[in-house]
């Protein structure tokens, strides 16, 4: 994947949208799992990607100090080698002077040469530089990104459960409601005063019963003072 590409997919990634992605999902929860899927294995990825992008600024830095150490060597080395043909040319070896200043010619150009490749590194240098910044900051986005659909995702199960404990306490109310005469509740307490109202009838029906025999008594203590007033009148006695 070409730097550039890479830096777009993760802005795109970056940057979603995430409650219009809700807002259009049958299932959000599910919806979230799977993005929370997708995002942890997208930066995964990235985090390679953009690994290896700053391994290549890191070569590209390590070879322009390289450069730049190899141009100052070259320098020293043909500074030497002037001083050491001018030594030369002051005691009159002129071969020997002439020697080291060919020396010094190719220290210079190997300097040149190092020069020219340490200016080459800067311009990479500084575009890698920029594309590891940028890639930095898509990561962020990227991990910041992945952190709100956790939240939302925990947050959105949370109330899923919290909707669900609800239902299940108003279907519990509602399947007992003391005010609903066909409820268990409402038959047991009418099948209570039942129970309650015959064991009444019975008392009630038993006193009556003990009421007429009593009755019954009376009338049968009236008739055998009767018969005996009768008698003594047939006697010509006085009962008093």
């Known amino acids: 994947m070409s730097q550039q590409s890479l830096i777009g ?33 997208a930066i995964r990825e990235a985090e390679e990607s953009v690994a290896l992008t700053i391994g290549d600024l890191r070569m590209l830095e ?3 100090a390289e450069a730049q150490s190899s141009a100052h ?10 001083r050491r043909a001018d030594q030369m040319r002051g005691e009159g070896n002129t071969s020997e002077a002439d020697r080291f200043d060919k020396l ?9 040469r190092a020069e020219k490749e340490a200016e080459d590194f800067g ?6 530089t920029a594309v590891v910044a940028k890639l ?8 910041s990104k992945l952190d709100e659909l956790k939240r939302t995702r925990d947050d959105l199960v949370a109330r899923s459960r919290m909707a669900e ?3 299940r306490v108003t279907d519990a109310i509602g399947g007992v409601d003391l005010l609903d005469p066909t409820s268990d509740v409402a038959r047991f307490e009418d099948k209570v005063r039942r129970e309650e109202a015959r064991v009444a009838g019975r008392q009630e029906l038993a006193a009556s019963s003990l009421d007429a025999q009593f009755e019954d008594l009376e009338d049968v203590g009236e008739q055998t003072e ?8 047939k006697s010509g006695t006085s009962t008093d």
């Open 9 to 41: 997919r993760i802005s795109q990634l970056a940057k979603a949208n995430l409650h219009a992605l809700l807002d259009s999902a049958e299932d959000p929860q599910k919806m979230l799992d799977q993005m929370v899927r997708d995002y942890t294995a």
């Open 62 to 64: 390590e070879d322009h």
């Open 73 to 82: 060597e070259w320098g020293s080395k043909a500074s030497a080698a002037s």
């Open 104 to 112: 010094a010619r190719v220290a210079l150009e190997r300097q040149i």
């Open 123 to 128: 311009p990479q240098i500084t575009s890698r």
């Open 136 to 143: 930095k900051d898509g990561l962020n986005g990227m991990q």
């Open 165 to 167: 404990a609800q239902n």
């Open 226 to 233: 009767v018969e005996l007033r009768l008698a003594a009148l």
